[in-house]
């Protein structure tokens, strides 16, 4: 048994910012990174240690980071600026968080550069597209209309609709199936796949919702939230369950070595 197979692997997971606000009651004027309770979880469930990395605003730091970590998860969260695929925002609200774009760069460059074993999920699978050469729908239902709900803010994560897996994909092989059920939490995608990338699911509407890595690197990403999709969740037998996914991840990142 190898070392790596021994201990927990070390997961960084990148954060979400609440950027300073002089209006704010509690930290006032306090910029805050932070992890979602149960992302945490889901990764340490699957036998990770999940380490949610901050943005110190130092390449060098983000570097080292990366360098101590045995995966790297990015994050849902806030919009990507259309800056970063070349276009300017279609309404203000859509202006995306180039803050945190910056930060997600670094990370992602590191990673990609080392080889490390990297999972993006939602805002993250959107953001591996753009950072490899892709663009996005800025806004589904005006740039996209159709008959998909990709977002209820209402419902929130009890919105959901079906997928179909490519055959032999990474995905199939996690959920041994052609066809899942997840949650969908997004108004933007995935319009132009970026070539290092192969789309491995699609929604009922054709937009891509899942990818990998067109060569033998492990990169993965999803579309949808998984660690949304707990044993806790009242409807959980009804949908394709996050933790196996998790799980599939960290092992093959014991298995690349």
């Not at 996005?136 to 803010?153: E, N, T, V, Y």
Request: glycine fraction near 10%; charged fraction near 25%; aromatic fraction near 8%.
């Amino acid at each position: 048994m190898t070392t790596r197979e021994r201990r927990r692997l070390r997961v960084g997971l990148s954060c979400s910012i609440f950027h300073a606000d002089p209006e704010r009651e509690v930290f006032r004027g306090k910029t805050l990174h932070y992890g979602e309770e149960e992302f945490c979880a889901m990764v340490a469930g699957a036998g990770g240690l999940p380490y949610v990395i901050p943005d110190l605003g130092d390449a060098a730091l983000l570097r080292a980071m990366v360098d101590d970590l045995d995966a790297l998860i990015l994050t849902g969260g806030a919009d990507i600026s259309p800056a970063a695929y070349g276009e300017a925002p279609l309404r203000p609200e859509w202006a995306g968080d180039a803050i945190r774009d910056a930060y997600e760069r670094v990370l992602f460059a590191e990673a990609y550069a080392r080889r490390t074993p990297l999972l993006a999920v939602c805002r993250g699978v959107q953001f591996v597209n753009v950072a490899l050469g892709g663009d996005l729908f800025q806004d589904l239902p005006s740039q996209r209309p159709g008959p998909i709900a990709h977002r209820d803010d209402v419902r929130y994560d009890d919105n959901d609709h079906g997928l179909t897996i490519a055959a032999g994909s990474w995905l199939h092989g996690v959920y041994g199936a052609t066809e899942l059920v997840v949650n969908s939490i997004h108004h933007q995608g995935i319009r132009r796949l970026a070539a290092p990338l192969r789309a491995t699911a699609w929604a009922p509407d054709g937009l891509i919702e899942g990818v990998e890595a067109a060569d033998d690197r492990l990169l993965y990403g999803v579309q949808w939230h998984p660690e949304w999709l707990g044993a806790r969740h009242p409807r959980s037998h009804e949908r394709s369950r996050g933790d196996v996914l998790f799980a599939a991840f960290l092992d093959a990142v014991r298995a690349r070595d």
